[in-house]
């Protein structure tokens, strides 16, 4: 059953179209990410589906009814913000509990609601202190429970990790996560961050100036970018995308002798750094130029003729000035986009680049 279907949803200020015929479906239980940068419409689609936005256009639904109309008191769901949004002269409990007090819940029930979440949030030894006295994650946590002891089938967090340092976004990405699952709730999470995204997601929604511009789980995104724009945003470091050009012999990697079987002249081949091998002895002519040792690995720059790519290597490479190689890769892992339109062209594997 789907808990959330956008229906050509639209969202206009004057001239301006920050969300342009967006269609989605998020099922119930399940954990979708809507990904994309700053200004691509990824939390104004979050307020319609709370109704703290109007669409200009389209219809919302929730749980098979039409809520498009319908205050955001009315839609059965919680809402995780960005800055916390504790009050300050409460402590840990009342801030918990503050939504139920408002919807006149009994205090039993309250006791017996804060006594569960407040265990499975981590929160049970700080019940009495204020937000002042908290740290990030802690203060993160609070602004969870109050969203779970509302036990809304929905939950929507907009940017919820975005001022919290690296160690703690990853601990509570695991957090929300395991609560997530627990709890069968179906959240929508808005982000920027792509490892949130990717670690998070059974389903991620990316957008691109008001329109969803690939929807597909984490791997087949990955794996499978539709376009130039998802293969270079999804991925640490992006995907290599590769000019082609054209002459009496064939199509070739743009600057130099190798022959690409299977390109069109006006395209991009798209290879992941990951993807790509060294070699002594045969391949593509290539001169390594710089590299930045990662700890699991290292991340070495390369240039193929005018044309620069990464290369993902295991360990520690150690590169001492420039130095010539070959380049090589399977043809499975090779993408084709069209140059001018951005878009996978789906004609087969492309083969391996051939020295000629």
């Given amino acids: 059953m789907s808990a959330i279907q956008l229906e050509s949803i ?3 200020w004057g001239k301006t179209i920050a969300v342009d015929n967006i269609n989605l479906t998020a099922e119930e239980g399940r954990f979708l990410v809507l990904l994309g940068p700053s200004g691509c419409g990824k939390s104004t689609t979050l307020r319609i589906i709370a109704g703290l936005e109007s669409p200009s256009k389209g219809r919302v639904w929730i749980n098979g009814g039409d809520v498009t109309d319908r205050p955001s008191s009315d839609r ?3 809402m995780v913000f960005q800055s916390y949004a504790l009050f300050p002269h409460l402590n840990t409990e009342e801030n918990i509990l503050f939504g139920l007090k408002v919807r006149k819940v009994p205090a039993p029930e309250r006791q017996q609601r804060l006594k569960k979440v407040a265990d499975l949030v981590g929160l049970a030894d700080y019940l009495d202190r204020k937000p002042s006295q908290l740290s990030g994650g802690q203060r993160q946590r609070v602004a969870l ?5 509302a036990e809304n089938p ?6 919820p990790l975005s001022n919290l340092d690296a160690k703690l976004r990853h601990d509570m990405r695991v957090e929300i996560r395991s609560l997530q699952r627990q709890l069968g709730m179906t959240v929508v999470y808005v982000t920027h961050d792509q490892t949130e995204a990717m670690s998070m997601a059974d389903k991620v929604i990316l957008m691109r100036d008001g329109k969803i511009e690939q929807q597909d789980t984490p791997g087949n995104l990955y794996d499978s970018p539709a376009s130039t724009f998802t293969a270079r945003f ?3 470091p992006p995907m290599n995308l590769l000019s082609m050009t054209s002459d009496a012999r064939g199509v070739s990697i743009e600057g130099t002798d190798a022959l690409v079987h299977s390109a069109r002249p006006n395209s991009q081949l798209g290879i992941r750094p990951e993807h790509i091998s060294l070699d002594s002895r045969s391949g593509i002519p290539a001169t ?10 290292t991340i070495v720059t390369a240039v193929i003729g005018t044309q620069e790519l990464m290369i993902r290597i295991p360990g520690r490479y150690e590169l001492k000035g420039q130095e010539a190689v070959f380049l090589r ?8 986009f069209d140059k001018e339109s951005g878009l996978l ?3 087969g594997p492309v083969l391996s680049a051939a020295t000629g």
Wanted: hydrophobic residues 45%.
């Fill in 145 to 149: 429970a109050r969203a779970v002891i």
């Fill in 76 to 78: 059965h769901l919680s």
């Fill in 154 to 159: 929905i939950c929507l967090m907009d940017e």
């Fill in 234 to 236: 999804i991925g640490t």
């Fill in 329 to 336: 890769w399977q043809p499975q892992f090779a993408r084709l």
């Fill in 10 to 12: 639209e969202k206009r």
């Fill in 288 to 297: 390594l130029v710089a590299s930045d040792y990662l700890g699991a690995d």
């Fill in 345 to 347: 062209i789906d004609d």
